[in-house]
């Protein structure tokens, strides 16, 4: 187990997760209780769902900050299609998975096709999502949905809420495709190296297609989830939730360069940032004072994780 | 540079530009849909501009206005101080401007609209009567440092000035946002737990958002929920008993009061009143 | 066929021939179009006209997967590896769904260290490939394409990373392959290696095939005649230079943990080599006397000194030049001119008060361009649209610049073609008869010794001892540096 | 002209930027008034300046996302420092552009001393930054402001509008920083292969700290400006405007992996995104779909480049 942990490249964050527990466990007793530790795991569920997604493209290299608008547009289609008294639920769940992928082929093939910078491509179609999310709620919440709907933000089964199930369920296939199948393999390879990667035979195009594709996919699932969570259709849900999922990712270890990352580290990158928001609530801290110590423990967290790699060395 | 002025085509119809805080708020929304609708019935053609809670943005946009010699101007401020450039620009540029909903420094030509502070203030007022007097009360922020959430802060405060068994267990802000005060409530309840005896929510949408938090913990009962704005969604919720009240600030007649203004001031009549208050109503169960 | 790169021709009609189990060596100067006529038969890159057969079948059109699919491999002249993926992961890279059905990552690695040990190659197949020397990756590489089990495999200078220990191993390779009827075709800057592996060779000179000739028909004089067009006499230029006072006094050095106990004196006006298998810590020695890393214990002294550089900048000022083993990584800015890269670090030169005087930079850009006979179509040039050997120069301007007392050179001909090498050869000469010191690092023993005044071993970060030129044979170097 | 203008590695979106133009000009006639063309300059303005500074970080191979927060930090500053009756303005600007340049320092310091992805590292003075400009101005905009900051903001000098003057000067000094000193020469050589700078003597880590010192400096002149404008100090300024600025730096061509970029392309970025903005609003589109169009003329443009770029060779 030792062994293991000191093998895993982010035994860095790891630790420093570790760290965070205990201080805010020492600050407040509420913190280590089986209650607030299912809350945590239920608020992070969105922002999880969505770095998992785009840990496929920054490792294959590219970057992907339509994130958070393409949240919005699924929850918006999601609501629509489950207004009280229309389709079944999982017609609405199906469509709206659809649509997110078709989204993010969207995204995929302009990066593909056209060798406009992701960054670009990206931040065009997070402001095209937006507009979009906007004109199909026509700029209001889309509320009274199917009571089935809420039960996937708020129901539980066997005792652990839905939220949480979906977190885990993303999280092994995730971790399943990136490290057990060859797909995972060739995002890494063409992360890696994409030339090499192309004169070996791999397809590149339709991989680094693939992995937008998932992008969309998952941030699809967080928008559901968000619409099931609070319970309404948002057009401006969503807003700024890039930056969150791509620092997780980033946080978890994955190269900005690509060719190297985690869906663990990731996962310990959103519980990080999750745990923070989490602890400073609960102590109370201003709502000022939030923002400067969350920076600074994020920057400070990534030093140490620095400075550990070395050690290891 | 001023000989192409004069050169413009005569229009048959007046034209308004229509610079508005935020289009992705359903209060503020609602407001350019009654501009809009006095707008038809008056034959007059608006020129609505989004300006995305930016001030910066909000004064470009009366720049451009004013660089297309627009009759009037109205005025959603993004800001009390920030937006107040933009008035005076107008009014240097001889284009009469009203301010809606909310008021800048400097005193436009009319203003139309209602307290930020007094719905606060009369939102709290209520939690105290719910309250006697005492208690412990949580309240969510807007997005710091904004207008609204400063004004409406100010009200908040009053009351707990008079009230001193009142109690403010905690307050953070939740950004205007009910995802973002839906996890701070969650948080909260892990913190406080039985302790919460009321909330007031700056906006409604942060306070439908705790009151989803609370309702999945099952503690909704015990706890008090009042917010402002009397959005759709807000209504609803008091009518179906969850939310305990809003305070609905009239949207319709901010924008038909206000295009009313605007058009009379641009046909350069005398208007009696240049400071038209709204005021709030309190939305709550019979 | 024919092949151009936006509208100036590459390669103009060439022929070429392979036969079963022929191995063909393609030679020529750096630029002539090599690489180009492997990639277009491999279709990374697509011919404007011609056409290419294989086994009765026309194979251009096709993709990079397709081409491998009929049984065709290549080792890139740039090493083509995933750094992050395992040895057998990147052995196996887009075949993992071939013919056989979907290969587990167990079963991959199974099949890898069966090759491996087939060839005794002590590689360990789960590492990843970043962590092993340039020349295992080398060797990687080679291996991923002998286990297509290709009938032809193109080789593009597959020995250009290799010293003398590897070089056995590819013999050995060669033959193996060429047993079991597969086609060759390589391309060497190595004179030695054209003749003791090939049976054909096949000269290109500016994208024009020359001729094709048996090597037992031709000797290595006329071959470089026909490559280059005129005679190459003493390829390895001599002259005799007064040896003056010490530059550079390395005493007891060493770095924990990379090598240690070094020591060696290099004097105005003579070469001093460095000689060691891949790996034996030579270029790290070279970088701690530059400032590129530290050093920890021990002492330099340089002109008389003591010298411990916190950064490559206090070298230059201190009058030294470094050449980088890897000219990719650690020479060019591929993107920049060759007059930004000829005076990059040296710019306090070409300065006043900050702003650069862009007159006195193109002058002694192009002075220097000249007397290295740089072939280029104007100092504005960007760098990467060199061919390999006058990237080589430019570097060489660069150093020159700086006026050195010393230099160090870490495999300063390493992928350069003969005429290029010839240059380099009598620059180095040039500079000793200036009174410079030159330390020498290569893994070409012939050129390190026809080079060097005395060589100095280095085994495993150790010193092993120093040879006089006239105890210096291959023989005696290879012994001191297998000495375990 | 014909023969430099095709040679530029602008050429692309200078004619999107004409074609952008003929396109509004012909669909309003408002388009094309000197009015609206100073306008459309005094507007562009702050993100111009934002955008120069950063063009430096993202050719030297880094990003810098605290660009909005730094600018908020500098805003309050300088407006607590021009409270009427209190310091003399060139006092206040003065350690206004200080503090910009110490902020800037911090954000180097920490990239280059402790390798943190430059991306975390902002990421985190962003959030940090935000809550400072909370902080020092009690969460409240800070006004009553010296007559003589408001006339940097709207002042005008010889008819030409002083946020203009300001534009204008920064241009000329980052166009002669970057092409006609050894500093732009060595900042291209970092983005272009930072170990080949370093083997060959240049100072990289020297290097890399100035250009995020820039990057502040050039925040702050920005906060300064936007101050006057607005004649307030506002803790929440400059929310999202990185995003603007990184945009327009690669619209007008420099590279996402750094080593190669222009002054005179961010430019052209920053007056592409200025004159959609306003384009957008004078001829009255409603606002949700100006996000759609403004999104889809961004990829356009920089899709069209592209085949430009390629057609040129
Ligand atoms: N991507 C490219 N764009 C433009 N020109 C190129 C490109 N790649 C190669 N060239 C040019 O094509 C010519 C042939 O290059 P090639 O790489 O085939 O030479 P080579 O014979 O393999 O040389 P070397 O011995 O240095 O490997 C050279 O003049 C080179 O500058
Ligand atoms: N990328 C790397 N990762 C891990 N170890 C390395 C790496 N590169 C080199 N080494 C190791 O560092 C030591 C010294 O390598 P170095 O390159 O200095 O040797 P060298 O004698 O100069 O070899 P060469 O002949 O290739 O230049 C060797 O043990 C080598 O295996
Ligand atoms: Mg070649
Ligand atoms: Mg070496």
């Not at chain 3, 070429?16 to 060596?25: C, D, M, N, P």
């Not at chain 3, 004196?265 to 070469?271: F, I, N, P």
């Not at chain 3, 916190?310 to 007059?339: C, F, Q, T």
Request: overall charge neutral; glycine content about 10%.
């Amino acid at each position: 187990m030792k062994n293991l942990f000191l093998k895993s490249p982010t035994g860095g964050i790891f630790i420093a997760l570790v760290l965070v527990c205990l201080l805010f466990g020492s600050l407040t007793s509420r913190f280590f209780t089986p209650m607030n530790m299912s809350v945590i795991l239920n608020q992070v569920s969105v922002n999880a769902i969505l770095a998992f997604g785009v840990t496929f493209v920054i490792i294959a290299g590219g970057i992907d900050l339509s994130l958070g608008s393409l949240l919005a547009v699924s929850g918006v289609i999601v609501a629509l299609l489950s207004q009280e008294g229309s389709y079944a639920l999982w017609i609405g769940l199906l469509l709206t998975l659809l649509a997110g992928m078709a989204m993010g082929a969207f995204n995929g093939a302009l990066v593909v096709l056209t060798k406009v910078p992701p960054f670009i491509v990206t931040l065009g179609t997070m402001t095209i999502g937006r507009g979009v999310a906007l004109l199909l709620s026509k700029g209001r919440p889309i509320s009274d949905l199917n009571e089935s709907l809420n039960f996937l933000g708020s129901g539980d089964i066997l005792g652990i809420p839905v939220p949480i199930i979906f977190l885990i369920i993303s999280f092994v296939f995730c971790q399943m495709l990136l490290t057990k199948t060859v797909f995972g393999r060739y995002v890494k390879a063409i992360g890696g190296n994409e030339m090499a990667a192309f004169v070996a035979g791999v397809r590149v195009n339709r991989i680094k297609l693939w992995v937008y594709v998932i992008s969309g996919l998952f941030a699809a699932l967080a928008g559901i989830l968000l619409t099931a969570r609070i319970n309404t259709g948002q057009p401006n849900a969503g807003l700024g939730f890039e930056l969150d999922a791509i620092a997780a990712v980033i946080i978890g270890g994955t190269s900005t360069r690509g060719g190297k990352g985690t869906i663990t580290g990731t996962l310990l990158g959103v519980l990080f940032i999750g745990v923070i928001n989490n602890g400073l609530d609960l102590i109370n801290v201003s709502a000022y004072w939030q923002q400067v110590i969350m920076g600074g423990i994020i920057i400070l967290a990534v030093v140490l994780d620095g400075l550990y790699q070395k050690m290891k060395k | 540079l001023v000989g192409s002025a004069c050169s413009e085509k005569k229009k048959d119809h007046l034209v308004i530009g229509v610079s508005m805080l935020s289009m992705q708020n359903e209060f503020i929304q609602q407001v350019a849909d009654a501009l809009e609708k006095s707008a038809k019935t008056a034959n007059v053609e608006l020129i609505v501009v989004d300006a995305e809670r930016s001030s910066l943005k909000q004064v470009e946009q009366v720049e451009s206005f004013i660089s297309q010699q627009v009759d009037a101007i109205i005025l959603n401020p993004c800001e009390f101080e920030a937006s107040s450039p933009a008035v005076e620009k107008a009014q240097k540029a001889g284009i009469p401007i009203v301010n809606v909903n909310s008021s800048t420094k400097s005193k436009p030509d009319a203003f139309v609209g209602s307290d930020d502070a007094e719905s606060a203030n009369m939102a709290m007022e209520l939690i105290a009567k719910h309250l006697n007097g005492k208690g412990n009360v949580l309240m969510i922020q807007g997005y710091m440092g904004q207008a609204a959430q400063l004004d409406r802060e100010r009200g908040a405060k009053a009351v707990f000035a008079k009230y001193p068994g009142l109690k403010l267990l905690a307050s953070q802000t939740g950004e205007w946002d009910r995802a973002k005060s839906m996890s701070l409530m969650e948080n909260w309840i892990q913190s406080f737990g039985d302790q919460i005896q009321a909330v007031f929510a700056q906006n409604d949408e942060m306070g439908l958002g705790a009151l989803q938090a609370l309702m999945d913990a099952k503690k909704k009962a015990q706890v008090y929920v009042v917010s402002v704005d009397g959005i759709q969604d807000a209504r609803k919720s008091v009518e179906q008993g969850n939310l305990d009240a809003t305070l609905i600030q009239n949207a319709e007649k901010q924008g038909s009061e206000s295009l009313r203004m605007a058009v009379e001031l641009a046909q350069k009549k005398k208007i009696k009143e240049s400071n038209i208050l709204i005021p709030f109503e309190i939305f709550q169960k019979k | 066929m024919s092949f151009s790169y936006s509208g100036s021709p590459i390669l103009r009609s060439v022929n070429l021939r392979l036969e079963k189990a022929e191995i063909h060596a393609l030679v020529g100067e750096n630029g002539a179009g090599k690489s180009s006529l492997f990639k277009s038969i491999m279709g990374i890159i697509s011919p404007s006209d011609g056409e290419i057969i294989f086994f009765d079948q026309r194979i251009h059109g096709l993709s990079v997967r397709e081409i491998l699919g009929k049984g065709i491999s290549m080792i890139h002249q740039e090493l083509m590896l995933i750094p992050e993926l395992s040895v057998a992961e990147n052995i196996y890279l887009g075949r993992e769904n071939s013919a056989g059905g979907h290969m587990s990552l167990a079963a991959i690695q199974r099949s890898v260290q069966a090759l491996f040990d087939r060839f005794g190659l002590d590689i360990p197949v789960d590492v990843k490939v970043k962590e092993l020397s340039i020349a295992r990756q080398q060797i990687v590489e080679i291996m991923r394409s002998v286990s297509q089990e290709a009938k032809l495999i193109l080789m593009d200078e597959p020995t250009s990373s290799l010293t003398d220990g590897e070089i056995q191993f590819f013999t050995r390779l060669i033959r193996d392959l060429k047993e079991a009827g597969v086609g060759i075709l390589f391309t060497s800057h190595k004179m030695e290696e054209i003749f003791e592996f090939a049976d054909v060779v096949s000269v290109l000179r500016d994208g024009e095939m020359i001729g094709t000739y048996r090597t037992n028909e031709i000797d290595a004089h006329v071959l470089v005649e026909k490559m280059v067009g005129r005679e190459l006499k003493d390829f390895y230029p001599k002259a005799d230079v007064e040896v003056g006072e010490p530059i550079l006094d390395v005493e007891n050095v060493g770095l924990s943990g990379v090598f240690q106990g070094i020591n060696f004196q290099v004097r105005a006006g003579e070469v001093l080599g460095l000689a060691g298998l891949v790996g034996a810590g030579r270029t790290d020695i070279g970088q701690s006397i530059f400032g590129i890393r530290p050093y920890t214990s021990g002492e330099i002294r340089y002109l008389g000194k003591r010298f411990e550089a916190k950064h490559p900048s206090e070298a230059l000022e201190a009058g030294m030049a470094y050449l980088g083993e890897d000219r990719k990584e650690l020479g060019i800015i591929p993107e920049m001119s060759i007059r930004e890269n000829m005076t990059l670090g040296l710019m306090r030169m070409f300065q006043k008060m900050q702003a650069i005087l862009f007159q006195a930079e193109k002058k002694a850009t192009e002075d220097n361009s000249d007397a290295l006979r740089i072939r280029m179509a104007h100092s504005g040039q960007k760098i990467q649209e060199l061919s390999g050997g006058n990237q080589q120069k430019v570097l060489f301007g660069r150093m020159l610049l700086n006026m050195p007392n010393l230099l160090i050179l870490d495999e300063p001909t390493r992928g350069i073609d003969v005429v290029s090498k010839f240059d380099i050869y009598s620059l180095i000469l040039e500079l000793k008869k200036a009174g410079k010191g030159i330390l020498l690092i290569s893994s070409d023993m012939t050129e390190l010794l026809e080079m060097s005044d005395r060589v100095v071993v280095i085994s495993k970060g150790s010193q092993r001892g120093e040879l006089s030129k006239q105890e210096a044979s291959p023989a005696r170097v290879l012994q001191l540096a297998l000495h375990a």
